[in-house]
């Protein structure tokens, strides 16, 4: 499986003409890519998120059911990086519903279809160092997969995540500039891969995000450029109910192009270099997660481990009952049976049936 993995990192890396186009969520699994796996029904968790260059928004997400969950991400700051002191406030807003936790229960493998729309809200767009958007409403479908080494707990053992997607930015018609309209629709495939290594308090994750045009925007674009970002980051599990988060963006490509917007009179290139992220997730409900105690926890996870192991074969007790209770049983079969009634040991009960056969001159019983 590594050795897929790094193949499939190393694909991502080189696609060219990509960008990242995935905003944060706060749901399960790594921070930007998404995961398979749905809050419980009931869950609302919050994540607030600051970004170097400057961006800070938040993100709600709602458990609606075990296949069900929504999420709402605002952005509430965006800096539009064209000197002076330009900002949004607020910027667009993202509106996500995934159909996720599909597949076998208890398997390995989980999956996922997330459908999203982005809602102009800002006043300015079209802006350097950030994602490709012309202000129109725009609209997109991600296919997610997730493997989980503890189905039961993913998160509590090694997972691997899978994003492949598309966007419409439904920008025909769009000025991009005093001199530029989008004749063209603009598309473009999503990706996103990552892995997390958990530890008692740390997660330890990496993460690539990107976009390849299948329409590119016109060149009046500042974030058509070619460009490839990896992720590490971290994550302190203060309490159960809230982590602290943080993580560095590296660009591993993107220096412009011929066909790229020109570098502005500032110098300041389609995208940085490096970009610095801080956040914090927080479970607002249940609130029972506030006043449960480390041993409750420890013995929930313990008797849904135990539900989820398989019955035990079901064993035919009337028959062996009949069977030692013949006159010719000896009273060791009969207090053999006995000892193997419900509650005991598997084979404390095969012991018994055996015993009980042998007095009784019977074939084996099969349960």
Same mark, same amino acid.
């Given at each position: 499986?590594?050795?897929?993995?790094?193949?499939?990192?190393?694909?991502?890396?080189?696609? =060219?003409?990509?960008?990242?186009?995935?905003?944060?969520? /706060?749901?399960?699994?790594?921070?930007?890519?998404?995961?398979?796996?749905?809050?419980?029904?009931?869950?609302?968790?919050?994540?607030?998120?600051?970004?170097?260059?400057?961006? /800070? $928004?938040?993100?709600?997400?709602?458990?609606?059911?075990?296949?069900?969950?929504?999420?709402?991400?605002?952005?509430?700051?965006?800096?539009?990086?064209?000197? $002076?002191? /330009?900002?949004?406030?607020?910027?667009?807003?993202?509106?996500?519903?995934?159909?996720? =936790?599909?597949?076998?229960?208890?398997?390995?493998?989980?999956?996922?279809?997330?459908?999203?729309?982005?809602?102009?809200?800002?006043?300015?767009?079209?802006?350097?160092?950030?994602?490709?958007?012309?202000?129109?409403?725009?609209?997109?479908?991600?296919?997610?997969?997730?493997?989980?080494?503890?189905?039961?707990?993913?998160?509590?053992?090694?997972?691997?995540?899978?994003?492949? $997607?598309?966007?419409?930015?439904?920008?025909?018609?769009?000025?991009?500039?005093?001199?530029?309209?989008?004749?063209?629709?603009?598309?473009?495939?999503?990706?996103?891969?990552?892995?997390?290594?958990?530890?008692?308090?740390?997660?330890?994750?990496?993460?690539?995000?990107?976009?390849?045009?299948?329409?590119?925007? #016109?060149?009046?674009?500042?974030?058509?450029?070619?460009?490839?970002?990896?992720?590490?980051?971290?994550?302190?599990?203060?309490?159960?109910?809230?982590?602290?988060?943080?993580?560095?963006?590296?660009?591993?490509?993107?220096? #412009?192009?011929?066909?790229?917007? #020109?570098?502005?009179?500032?110098?300041?290139?389609?995208?940085?270099?490096?970009?610095?992220?801080?956040?914090?997730?927080?479970?607002?409900?249940?609130?029972?997660?506030? =006043?449960?105690?480390?041993?409750?926890?420890?013995?929930?996870?313990?008797? =849904?481990?135990?539900?989820?192991?398989?019955?035990?074969?079901?064993?035919?007790?009337?028959?062996?009952?009949?069977?030692?209770?013949?006159?010719?049983?000896?009273?060791?079969?009969?207090?053999?049976?006995?000892?193997?009634?419900?509650?005991?040991?598997?084979?404390?009960?095969?012991?018994?049936?055996?015993?009980?056969?042998?007095?009784?001159?019977?074939?084996?019983?099969? $349960?």
């Amino acid at each position: 499986m590594s050795i897929a993995f790094l193949g499939f990192w190393a694909l991502l890396v080189n696609v =060219s003409d990509v960008q990242a186009q995935l905003p944060f969520h /706060g749901g399960r699994g790594p921070t930007f890519v998404r995961s398979a796996w749905n809050l419980e029904p009931g869950y609302l968790t919050l994540y607030t998120h600051t970004r170097f260059y400057v961006q /800070g $928004g938040a993100a709600l997400n709602y458990g609606i059911s075990r296949h069900f969950e929504a999420s709402l991400v605002p952005m509430i700051y965006q800096d539009t990086n064209q000197g $002076g002191k /330009g900002f949004n406030i607020p910027d667009d807003i993202f509106l996500r519903l995934k159909i996720g =936790s599909l597949g076998q229960r208890g398997a390995t493998m989980s999956y996922a279809i997330e459908l999203g729309t982005r809602f102009p809200a800002g006043k300015t767009h079209n802006i350097p160092l950030e994602p490709y958007s012309a202000g129109k409403f725009s609209f997109g479908t991600t296919g997610i997969v997730s493997f989980a080494r503890d189905p039961l707990y993913p998160e509590d053992g090694f997972s691997a995540h899978f994003n492949l $997607g598309y966007w419409n930015h439904n920008d025909v018609g769009q000025a991009l500039s005093a001199t530029t309209t989008v004749t063209k629709m603009t598309q473009e495939f999503l990706y996103g891969a990552s892995i997390i290594l958990p530890s008692e308090k740390f997660n330890f994750r990496f993460e690539i995000l990107g976009s390849a045009f299948i329409n590119a925007p #016109p060149t009046a674009a500042f974030s058509r450029t070619p460009v490839a970002y990896i992720t590490p980051g971290v994550s302190y599990k203060a309490y159960r109910w809230m982590s602290i988060d943080a993580s560095s963006d590296i660009r591993l490509s993107g220096t #412009p192009g011929q066909n790229s917007a #020109p570098l502005r009179q500032d110098g300041l290139p389609p995208y940085s270099a490096w970009r610095v992220s801080l956040g914090a997730k927080i479970t607002l409900l249940p609130t029972s997660l506030y =006043s449960m105690s480390e041993r409750d926890l420890l013995m929930r996870k313990a008797a =849904s481990r135990n539900s989820a192991k398989p019955n035990p074969p079901k064993r035919n007790w009337s028959a062996l009952k009949m069977n030692a209770a013949k006159p010719n049983a000896s009273w060791n079969a009969c207090a053999a049976f006995w000892k193997a009634k419900p509650g005991a040991s598997s084979k404390t009960a095969k012991t018994a049936m055996t015993a009980a056969n042998r007095h009784n001159d019977v074939k084996p019983l099969h $349960g």
